[in-house]
């Protein structure tokens, strides 16, 4: 069956960096997405990786090694309103995006 | 910006009623997108269109039916809405596909 796994929640501190990580096992690789949800909101799209490497957008990067079948999205300078719930995705060879469970990030001062 | 805007945030109906959840997206897209959305699973595929009229099962479309008569517009049924069906649903749609998705705000039912 298609796999994608996330941690369930994690703690970091305003300022800090923080790596949450993406495990996935799926029927062929299209793309892997990143999307941020605030509680009770839509997600919105952070990143999009295809090809191994780290693509850098501002204080967020993402991650990708396909042969591990792993990415992971770093937050750096943590803010307040970074506390959400973070998505991952895979397009998988039928052009499907199966979904991960999300990590629920939390900032403390 | 894309805008996919969904009918109603919240909803409360009773079991047995009818329910209908519409979307509407104003960039011309050719994909879209129905989600239910629970806590500690993930997104999961109910339904989806990629042309105005055709419509195509997702992994969990028992229990709904879809509306695309329009390119605009996709439509989430209830046939006889069910306890098991309170859920966040969301809209989404996309341009192409290689191309991320772009969310409607959500719906919120309750199913009592």
């Known amino acids: 069956g298609q796999n994608i796994d996330q941690p369930t929640e994690m703690t970091a501190t305003e300022g800090a960096i923080v790596q949450i990580n993406c495990t996935y096992q799926t029927s062929g690789f299209n793309g892997l997405f990143w999307y941020q949800q605030h509680a009770g909101e839509a997600p919105t799209f952070l990143s999009y990786n295809v090809l191994d490497g780290l693509e850098e957008k501002g204080r967020f990067s993402s991650f990708l090694s396909r042969s591990k079948g792993y990415s992971y999205l770093l937050l750096k300078e943590l803010q307040m309103k970074d506390s959400a719930s973070y998505l991952c995705?895979?397009?998988?060879?039928?052009?499907?995006?199966?979904w991960g469970a999300g990590t629920k990030l939390i900032i403390k001062p | 910006d894309v805008k996919v805007t969904q009918s109603s945030r919240y909803l409360v109906k009773r079991t047995g009623e009818k329910v209908f959840l519409e979307c509407v997206q104003d960039?011309?897209?050719?994909?879209m997108f129905w989600y239910r959305q629970d806590p500690g699973l993930g997104l999961r595929l109910i339904y989806f269109s990629y042309d105005v009229k055709m419509k195509e099962k997702g992994d969990i479309p028992e229990g709904y039916s879809v509306s695309r008569e329009k390119k605009e517009r996709f439509s989430l049924i209830l046939e006889s809405a069910s306890t098991n069906q309170t859920s966040m649903y969301l809209c989404?749609?996309?341009?192409?596909?290689?191309?991320?998705?772009?969310f409607g705000s959500g719906t919120r039912l309750t199913v009592v």
């Open positions: 960039m011309d897209h050719e994909n």
């Open positions: 989404a749609s996309t341009a192409g596909t290689g191309l991320g998705y772009t």
């Open positions: 995705a895979v397009r998988d060879s039928n052009y499907q995006l199966i």
